[in-house]
């Protein structure tokens, strides 16, 4: 009765210590005193802790939750550095390469024999964490030590932005913060006082749940995917305001989840193994609870997969609000009639593709198919919203007026301002800067030149493609500046106009005319 008033409040480890000492009172009581009266009580008062292991289950969980957003929280949500000095090996199975150095690599028995050990856990990176390395990148291409002497004096060698570039180049990263080792660890753990817990009730003669054919295993196994599903969502969810991240360290958080994604099948057979060592897994049971231990480590996988994803929307999300305050700050009382033509893109241009080269440097961490989706995503989102302004329809635009005379093109000129018009409607938001009001050939061919710099940027990055983001604008752009342009709208040109300019829209065509 002690016990049980005590564990409510308690900890995990508690809650084991506790069991294990009650464990050993009762063995120590067979052999003492054979014939206690208090072992015929022992079924009643274990039926009044029927539920002990779902509660030890949610304090897991709960714990779990907290010590992961401790550690988020006093985390500097920047990528591990790579100590030159290799780090100490935690344990070498007997029969690994790394445990006999004797044994001959050639020798096909051992070579076979070999093949299903584990590689040797390292003491800071367990479960494969180390081999999760950033390839170096400067600019968001690969480095070498030939990029650095370039023409630009600022970058030949000797000088400090030589210096610089090369130690960043030869600086090795890890993909994950100094958090992710520590929230593995403690989700390792966590599994192993949850299984001496179980296990010990087991011995109190507890009898589990009818519908867990696995016994303690299937409960350790609950036990680790609940634990990895709320660390996962504890790191998505380790800031208050989203306010609070950039761009770097909203990927770090991204990267720290998909890096725990890959650490969960060495995490699940070295939790195994060591099940397998104490005798956790009885032999009737071996192969269902293997079978069940994919099972959960499926659904572990999917629940980090679930958050990678809403992270990464949250990096597109902070991008493009960063993108949209912007263009609204540059361009609120942004006149487009210009008395001259410039030779350098507008300033609004230059400041997005500033942020875009700090935004793009943030990403190394990821994997190529997400750094390449964000790059599109942004560049899209800029095109769109250049697009908007130039040819979305302009509050103060007058509706055109038709009589029975006008030609059918005019018809089909009207047609689509009356769909342009709900289009916009539904399309605009407060938020966003309205359509131009007006704009001249210089303030076109101002344009021009930005979309230029937009397009040469995107070709710079590496991903291929990411210039087509712009195809729309540009032939917007190019088809305004175009002497033959009344000549191409007629109707009989539609195919030659059509192959001049492809992703021209007849609709925006008149907003802006």
């Known amino acids: 009765n002690l016990l049980r008033q005590r564990a409510i409040g308690a900890s995990l480890a508690e809650l084991a210590r506790s069991s294990c000492l009650m464990a050993c009172f009762r063995s120590t009581l067979k052999v003492v005193h054979p014939s206690s009266t208090t072992r015929r009580f022992d079924k009643e008062l274990l039926a009044m802790d029927v539920d002990i292991i779902m509660t ?11 010590i992961t957003a401790k550690l988020v929280n006093d985390d500097r949500k920047e990528p591990m550095r790579i100590l030159r000095r290799s780090n100490p090996v935690l344990s070498s199975p007997r029969g690994s390469p790394a445990f006999d150095h004797t044994t001959n690599s050639t020798d096909n028995d051992s070579s076979t024999n070999n093949k299903h050990i584990p590689p040797p856990e390292e003491k800071n990176q367990p479960f494969g964490l180390s081999d999760l390395k950033q ?4 600019n968001g291409n690969d480095s070498s030590e030939e990029d650095h002497d370039t023409l630009d004096p600022n970058y030949q060698r000797g000088t400090l932005r030589y210096i610089q570039n090369m130690e960043a180049s030869q600086t090795s990263l890890y993909k994950f913060s100094s958090c992710l080792p520590q929230i593995i660890r403690s989700i390792h753990a966590r599994a192993i006082t949850f299984a001496a817990f179980a296990l010990s009730q087991e011995e109190l003669g507890q009898v589990f749940s009818s519908n867990n054919t696995r016994g303690v295993a299937g409960y350790v196994l609950d036990c680790v995917e609940e634990c990895i599903a709320v660390a996962a969502i504890g790191m998505k969810e380790g800031f208050d305001h989203l306010t609070e991240l950039d761009v770097a360290k909203a990927v770090q958080i991204t990267s720290n989840i998909a890096c725990l994604q890959s650490a969960l099948p060495r995490l699940y057979g070295t939790l195994m193994r060591g099940m397998c060592h104490v005798g956790i897994l009885r032999a009737d049971q071996l192969e269902e609870t293997f079978r069940y231990a994919d099972q959960t480590l499926k659904g572990a996988d999917k629940k980090c997969d679930s958050e990678v994803g809403a992270m990464y929307a949250l990096v597109y999300e902070i991008c493009r609000n960063k993108i949209d305050n912007l263009i609204n700050f540059s361009l609120q009382n942004f006149n487009w009639v210009a008395k001259s033509a410039r030779k350098l893109p507008n300033a609004y241009c230059e400041s997005l593709i500033e942020y875009m080269k700090f935004a793009f440097t943030s990403l190394s961490s990821m994997d190529d198919g997400s750094r390449a989706g964000l790059h599109f995503s942004c560049c899209g989102h800029i095109a769109e919203r250049l697009v908007i302004l130039l040819s979305g329809r302009s509050p103060t635009a007058k509706k055109l007026n038709i009589n029975d ?8 000129l009207q047609n689509a301002n009356s769909k342009a018009m709900m ?13 131009m009001c007006r704009i001249d050939a210089f303030g076109l061919k101002n344009l021009s030149i930005d979309v230029a710099q937009f397009e040469t940027f995107a070709n710079s990055t590496g991903v291929p493609q990411l210039g087509e983001c712009f195809n729309e604008l540009k032939g917007l752009v190019n088809a305004m500046l175009d002497k033959d342009l009344p000549l191409l709208l007629q109707p009989e ?3 030659a106009r059509r192959r001049k300019y492809p992703y021209l829209n007849l609709e925006k065509v008149y907003n802006i005319l």
């Open 56 to 66: 030890g289950l949610k304090v897991a969980q709960e714990e779990q939750l907290k």
């Open 135 to 138: 390839n170096n990148r400067i």
């Open 405 to 412: 005379e006008d030609s059918q093109f005019q018809q089909q």
């Open 423 to 435: 289009d916009d409607n539904n399309n605009l938001d407060e938020d966003i800067l309205p359509p």
């Open 493 to 495: 040109n539609e195919i």
